[in-house]
């Protein structure tokens, strides 16, 4: 006997989607559907939630397979329009990082460097169909005597290439300020002295995690839209890390959860993956990524309707606390007041500034709404779920 | 490297005067004359890119006025590519007139061009490296 009133397998989910009868709502339609019918009728009601989010997220990457030369070559080194990628894969795959910056590049040499081209841009001018300078380099062996490569690749011409991103879609993140007296340049943007700003990076109750908090639904299998295509959801994330502390609705006031996705960079679009440049930091990638969560019962339908002025961040000095591991907040803003333009901080107006695109993610969010109501889409089960623990 | 677009004003009576030589010989500069006229009532109108360190560029700029040259900076604007722009808001940290602001609450990153300042702050700090300095002056060039 279940526990809950309202009961929908994922098969029955995708058999509404393949009728066309399935109901889709975005992550922030869902809040005052719950608020008005209770999440029991909006469980009866409602199939799927769609959530998302558009950032830069490092901890991205691609998985590339350029193909053989003759003579055959065992690539030990590789560069991608001069920005190295890893090769000590096999002899010709390479994983090329989002964060790596091009060869030439004078980094922090010029402070604060631009860091105009990196792996985060080979992607996505891969993406964008554009030809990208391959030049390999091997130490030549009785199999592949070949020393070195160089030639044009195109994503078209390429056999694989596979966007694999070891953590995503961060859990909440930190509200980032800066306590010293001058400016600093940090992965959350350019933060002015005395806490002159407050940056964020996160897309609130439209995040994915924040939907469900207690990973009940998302897992190994889970398909998702990432970059414009399909993806999944392949493994807890790097640093995932479930046990942070959590407010009464379960939400985590800490970074907590993280998801490991994957997908064919061929199915991609150039608007949803993004090379981006951090002024005085370096390269990321903007990833943009929407998660499907299924309605099963009447707990997910409350879980969906969380709302910003339930999620609380954590504001942490980047000016000396962060560079210098010291563990600690100035209490919490809620992501409501973060979105509003302003936070009160030591009684003063701070201005906020976003990392994440909320517009963007809401774009996204309809997109996969339109692709699942399209039969276009249908929900993977997972084979199991994120830890818990 | 220093490098700015500069629009020279030469009254009738300083056209002969070989003062855009002098920068180079005096202060180390180099110049890029885009366009030069003289006008029918013989004050002359110049168009020059000068390069060099900026201390000397100052000097050079003082120079140029102490002949009783006037200088302007041609002047720039900022522009966005739509295309570029993803609306993340990194931008609105630096703007210190309020040009680029989130409009709420579609979360939309809004470009005001009269409020800009034409600070360049933007350009650097734009992750997609979306914001670009235009001269307005294009016709001068034609």
Redo the contacts between chains.
């Keep these: 006997m279940s526990k809950f009133k309202v009961n929908k397998t994922y098969k029955e989910i995708n058999d509404k989607i393949r009728s066309g009868e399935v109901v889709v709502v975005t992550a922030d339609e869902i809040v005052d559907i719950v608020k008005e019918k209770g999440p029991v009728k909006a469980a009866e009601t409602v199939d799927v939630v769609t959530t998302a989010t558009?950032?830069?997220m490092c901890s991205s990457g691609a998985f590339i397979n350029f193909g053989q030369s003759v003579p055959t070559i065992r690539a030990s080194q590789v560069w991608l329009n001069n920005v190295p990628a890893y090769a000590g894969l096999a002899a010709v795959d390479c994983y090329i990082g989002a964060t790596e910056a091009c060869l030439e590049d004078p980094l922090n040499k010029v402070w604060?460097g631009?860091f105009?081209y990196g792996g985060g841009h080979v992607i996505h001018d891969l993406i964008a169909g554009k030809a990208v300078h391959l030049k390999a380099a091997g130490y030549g062996t009785s199999c592949y005597p070949n020393r070195g490569i160089e030639k044009d690749i195109r994503l078209s011409d390429l056999r694989q290439a596979t966007l694999c991103n070891p953590r995503n879609g961060y859990q909440n993140y930190n509200c980032a300020v800066n306590f010293s007296n001058k400016t600093i340049y940090t992965y959350m943007?350019?933060?002015?002295p005395k806490v002159g700003?407050a940056?964020y990076s996160t897309s609130g109750q439209l995040s994915p995690l924040f939907n469900d908090p207690y990973y009940k639904t998302i897992g190994l299998g889970t398909r998702i839209f990432l970059g414009g295509g399909e993806g999944y959801v392949t493994w807890h994330g790097t640093q995932h890390n479930p046990s942070a502390e959590r407010n009464e609705k379960g939400i985590p006031k800490t970074p907590a959860g993280t998801m490991w996705v994957m997908g064919d960079l061929k199915q991609m679009k150039p608007e949803w993956i993004?090379?981006?440049?951090?002024?005085g930091y370096g390269i990321?990638l903007?990833v943009g990524m929407g998660v499907p969560i299924p309605i099963l019962n009447e707990e997910m339908a409350q879980f969906t309707a969380v709302t910003d002025k339930d999620i609380e961040v954590q504001i942490v000095d980047y000016g000396n606390d962060y560079p210098n591991g010291i563990n600690k907040n100035y209490g919490f803003a809620t992501y409501d007041e973060l979105?509003?333009?302003a936070i009160v901080f030591n009684g003063k107006d701070v201005?906020t500034?976003?990392?994440?695109?909320?517009?963007?993610a809401?774009e996204i969010a309809e997109i996969l709404k339109d692709w699942i109501q399209s039969q276009k889409f249908l929900l993977g089960e997972p084979q199991f779920t994120l830890p818990t623990k | 490297m220093y490098s700015k677009l500069l629009i020279l004003h030469f009254p009738g009576r300083e056209v002969e005067k070989p003062v855009v030589c002098h920068l180079t010989k005096y202060y180390d500069l180099t110049f890029n004359i885009l366009k030069a006229t003289i006008l029918p009532r013989k004050e002359g109108i110049m168009v020059l890119e000068l390069s060099g360190s900026k201390k000397n560029f100052k000097k050079a700029v003082q120079y140029l006025k102490d002949q009783g040259v006037i200088v302007k900076n041609a002047s720039q604007e900022i522009t966005r590519d739509e295309d570029k722009c993803i609306h993340c808001g990194a931008c609105t940290a630096v703007c210190p007139t309020g040009a680029l602001a989130i409009s709420r609450p579609d979360m939309y990153v809004r470009f005001d061009k009269t409020k800009c300042s034409v600070c360049e702050l933007c350009i650097a700090t734009c992750l997609t490296r979306a914001m670009k300095a235009e001269p307005t002056t294009e016709t001068l060039f034609e």
């Design positions: 558009f950032a830069p604060p631009e105009n943007g350019t933060l002015k700003n940056n993004v090379g981006v440049s951090l002024r990321s903007a979105k509003s333009g201005p500034v976003p990392l994440s695109s909320v517009a963007k809401r």
